[in-house]
């Protein structure tokens, strides 16, 4: 997206009706025209949007009334040329200079010669470019955000009225401090691009210039709420980006499909499979309709289509999606993106308990993959989880170590992918009840997403396994900073009404409890037991345990009427399940009657029933 406030800024700037056109940051067909980088000069009013192109560097022409007019004279001599005529065509060979600049490097050439003739208003709309052009190139940001604070200085006027170029000036500062990882500095930016162009919209400026900045800036606040681990902040945006490519775009435009598919998977990022499948399919709708079922675009739709539906526990079908996408791959010859479908399969196979299959599957690919490579690792991981279901311990766990020994040459170069790895190595090491091989696999992990800012939920999620799994094992006080870790960390990532925000207070209160706190295993149970219930709905399953919990934790207190109250709530609650809880129903009033002798210390013919 980096490319289309260029783009944009171009086009508005445009002087010459042949100038060769720049690829554009927005997808193909997704502007109305692509245009060359031109320069800057107090000739071109940076707030004139509307549909009349203002000339950026015009020369001055002059005609003779009568051309044959001085044929008879043998010798002229020539005008001479005033000093402020001099200047200014020395100024217009420094713009065209700038203007023919194809590369970052020559068009810093071409500034420096420029700061010497233009004021530092003049230079506003030049600094933008080029700032523009660095963001792109994305090198040396610090660079960047000097011409971009400098480009806001000098374009930014008195006064309240909106402009296009300042909200493009605030749209690249908000670039640039992303790069920076100065997270809310960029937001601030961005958020008051986006307002200013709000304002701009049927006001002042025509929406076929607004909309390429509105777009950029949109995707840049997503990237940025990612980055700070506010995925479901993001997905808001990726939403508003979508609905600007609608309003753009053909119903068939390959982009458009794009667009879905990539909201889709924004989607599978936070595991909200049910919302990613109506994204999804409407992506494969359109490559289907506008590019033919054998398109490069259709086996991508339908491999993440796969992976939604494996989330869905909807194995078969994913299973289908998968083969249907590895036959395109083939007759396409892209062996890497094949090989990604091929782990995909065996894992589908491995859900539909196909575990031979799957075995099967993955001993071919991994004799295409290269010996130290990420995807090896990835492989072995997986006829690791194979061999596991089998209870096959001792080949999985030979399976994990030659991934892991791969990975850890990896962490430097990618930390996010082998921080991912160890995850799921760790949770095979738990089903085969290796804890602490799983704890010293996660250890490692949280060292790693401790260095990424943008991946603060990753960070959550490790640290509130890890506390769970130190619980499990005794290590009770350990655990503790982990939970409030985790639970700080998601609920900045997430939203405090998350369900797995609900989880972590769940084992916080566990942990207090066990710790003989009952009264703040009473407090975390109850922040548990309300996220949950928002969030799953009070019949839920855990939404029961944490009242049952909370029911414990009154009971330790001596709070012995709250606690026969949170247990009649959760014995009502297993009753709306019918049959298929009746151990649990059973269980839960038998806790009941233990909490009704000790209150009344009578018998249970004696005990007055709870309504």
């Known amino acids: 997206m980096k490319r289309a406030s260029i783009s944009l800024l171009s086009n508005l700037t445009r002087r010459k009706p042949n100038t060769k056109s720049s ?58 040329i005033s000093s402020r005529e001099r200047k200014r065509k020395e100024k217009s060979q420094l713009e065209e200079a700038f203007e023919s600049a194809n590369d970052s490097e020559s068009m810093l050439q071409a ?38 604070n400098r480009a806001l200085n000098a374009l930014e006027k008195d006064g309240n009225k909106p402009c296009l170029s300042v909200a493009m000036c605030l749209q690249l500062l908000g670039s640039v401090n992303h790069s920076l990882n100065k997270f809310n500095d960029s937001l601030g930016y961005l958020n008051r691009a986006n307002r200013m162009l709000g304002r701009l919209e049927g006001e002042y400026c025509s929406v076929d210039h607004l909309r390429p900045v509105q777009h950029a800036v949109q995707l840049e606040i997503a990237n940025v709420k990612t980055a700070m681990g506010r995925r479901e902040e993001a997905l808001e945006n990726l939403k508003k980006c979508l609905e600007i490519k609608e309003l753009t ?18 989607f599978v990022a936070i595991l909200n499979f049910k919302e990613a499948l109506p994204y999804a399919l409407k992506a494969l709708e359109i490559h289907k309709s ?73 001993q071919s690919v991994v004799q295409h993959t290269d010996k130290d490579s990420e995807t090896r690792a990835v492989v072995y991981i997986s006829i690791g989880k194979a061999l596991c279901n089998q209870e096959n311990f001792a080949d999985s766990k030979r399976c994990l170590q030659i991934a892991c020994g791969i990975l850890e040459k990896k962490e430097t170069v990618s930390p996010v992918e082998v921080s991912e790895a160890y995850l799921e190595i760790s949770m095979q090491y738990e089903t085969m009840n290796e804890l ?17 800012p943008q991946e603060q939920h990753s960070e959550g999620s490790v640290s509130q396994r890890l506390g769970w799994l130190l619980l499990l094992t005794g290590k009770v006080q350990e655990a503790i900073p982990y939970l409030e870790n985790a639970a700080e960390r998601l609920k900045e990532s997430f939203g405090p009404k998350h369900f797995g925000v609900g989880y972590v207070y769940n084992n916080l209160g566990a942990a207090y409890l066990e710790l003989d706190r009952p009264q703040s295993a009473a407090q975390m ?38 606690a026969i109250e949170f247990q009649q709530r959760a014995i009502d609650a297993w009753e709306s399940h019918g049959p298929s809880a009746l151990d649990e129903l059973t269980e839960a009033r038998r806790v009941l009657v233990q909490l009704k002798e000790k209150a009344y210390g009578a018998s249970l013919n004696q005990i007055p029933k709870i309504a």
Not at 304 to 326: D, F, R, T
Not at 527 to 556: F, R, T, W
């Open 23 to 80: 690829t554009p940051l927005l997808p193909k067909n997704y502007k109305t025209t692509s245009t060359n980088y031109h320069s800057s000069s107090s000739a071109l009013n940076p707030c004139n949007c509307n549909n009349k192109k203002t000339t950026l560097l015009s020369k001055p022409t002059t005609f003779n009334t009568n051309p044959n007019r001085n044929l008879n004279t043998l010798i002229e001599k020539p005008a001479e």
């Open 249 to 266: 775009l053909d119903e068939e435009s390959k982009e458009l499909g794009v667009g879905n598919r990539d909201l889709a998977e924004a």
């Open 436 to 452: 602490e091989a799983a704890i010293s696999l996660l250890r490692r992990t949280l060292a790693l997403l401790e260095k990424l």
């Open 525 to 562: 149970f109850a922040v548990a037991k309300e996220i949950m219930d928002v969030s799953l709905g009070p019949h839920h399953a855990d939404s029961i345990d944490a009242c049952q919990n909370l029911s414990k934790a009154y009971s330790a207190m001596g709070s012995n009427t709250l």
């Open 111 to 148: 500034f420096k010669e420029m700061e010497s003739c233009f004021s530092e208003k003049e230079l506003g709309m030049a600094c933008l470019k080029l700032g523009l052009r660095l963001d792109q190139e994305g090198t040396d940001p610090e660079k960047t955000l000097a011409f971009a």
């Open 290 to 362: 506008g590019l033919g079922l054998n398109s490069v675009e259709v086996a991508h739709d339908r491999r993440i289509l796969g992976v939604i539906y494996s989330g869905l526990e909807e194995h078969e079908k994913a299973l289908e999606q998968n083969q249907l996408s590895q036959k395109v791959l083939k007759n396409w010859g892209l062996s890497s993106d094949l090989l990604r479908a091929e782990i995909d399969a065996a894992n589908m196979q491995i859900a539909l308990g196909k575990y031979d299959a799957a075995i099967a599957t993955l």
